[in-house]
C-alpha cells in the first residue's frame, strides 16, 4: 500500500472515529443509562474538540485565515441579503411550523425567562455557533477535501454529519432541523469562505429556535 492510500485509509478512519463513532457512542451511552453520574457539559464539550480543530488549522499554510473572519469581503456582501432574504422565508415557515404544531411550547422561553432568553440571544453566537463552524465546516472541508473532492458530495457529507453530531441530543426534531441547516450553513461557507457569514446564518436560525421554544430539543448535557 503506497503513501497516498494509507493517508486515504487514516483519514477515513479519522473522520468515522471522530465524526460517527464519538457522537454515536455517546449518544448510546445516554440512551442505555450507562454511568448515569457522568454528565458533561456540551458547549465546553465542543469547545474542547473546536481548539483542537483550530490547532490544526492554524498549522495549515494553505488554509486562508481570512476564512475566520470575512473570508472575501466581494463574497461576504454580495451572499448577505441572499441569507438574511433566506432567514425571513424559512425563518417565518418554521414559526408557523411551531405555532400550528406545537403551540404549547410557543415563544416559552421569552415568556417565562426574558433574562435568560436574552443572554442565549447574545451568547448563543460566540459560546456555541462559532467553534461549531470551526469544526464541522472549516476543518472538515479543509482536512477531508482530497478525499472528497467533490464540492457536492463534501457538501451533502459536512451537513449530513453536523447533524449526526447532533445525535448526542436523543430527538429527532434536532436532527431533522440541524440537517437543513448544517447543509445551508456549508454552502454558505462553501460559496464564500467567511466563518462569519456562515455563523451569522447559523446565529440566525439558533436564535429563532430558543426564542420559538425549541431549546428543550437543542440543548442537553451528554
Known sequence: MGRTSRNRV???????????ALPGLLALRQWLDLMPGLRIPLI????????????????QRDFDRRNFGLGSDDNFRQYLPGVLIRFVILGSILALVVYRFQPDIWLSLPRRYPRLWLLILFAYPILSVYPQGIV???????RYRSLIPNPIV???VAGVLFSF?????????ALAITLVGGLMFTRT????????LAGIEHALYGDLAFTLGLGAFLYRHI
Open 10 to 20: 487514516y483519514l477515513i478512519v479519522e473522520l468515522f472515529a471522530v465524526f460517527v
Open 44 to 59: 465546553p464539550a465542543i469547545w474542547l474538540v473546536a481548539v483542537c480543530c483550530l490547532g490544526w488549522l492554524l498549522r
Open 136 to 142: 464541522w465546516r472549516a476543518f472538515i472541508l479543509h
Open 189 to 196: 461557507y462553501q460559496r464564500t469562505g467567511s466563518l462569519l
Open 165 to 173: 453530531g447532533h445525535i448526542v441530543l436523543l430527538n429527532e426534531v
Open 154 to 156: 463534501m457538501l451533502i
